[in-house]
């Protein structure tokens, strides 16, 4: 695979060595930092159709998220 940037990829394309470091940063990093997975979404949080999800639920559960972990600080 080119170098590129894993966050642009679906994650199926991502190596699971990337997800490892990411997974392994977000966790050293504690009530800082919270990892959302959105399976099959790119780095705009589009999902395919195939995916059952819709755009609106992925942004309601991204506000839904963001606001918690805000809430918490």
Known sequence: MPNVDSFS???EWVPDEAW?????????L???ARLLRFEGA????????RSGV????????????????????
């Open 9 to 11: 990829l679906p994650r």
């Open 20 to 28: 490892d470091l990411i997974e392994a940063v977000t966790k050293r």
């Open 30 to 32: 504690g009530e800082r």
């Open 42 to 49: 790119d780095h705009s949080f589009s999902v395919p159709k």
């Open 54 to 73: 819709s755009p609106g639920q992925v942004e309601e559960r991204l506000v839904a998220e963001t606001s918690s972990w805000l809430a918490e600080r």
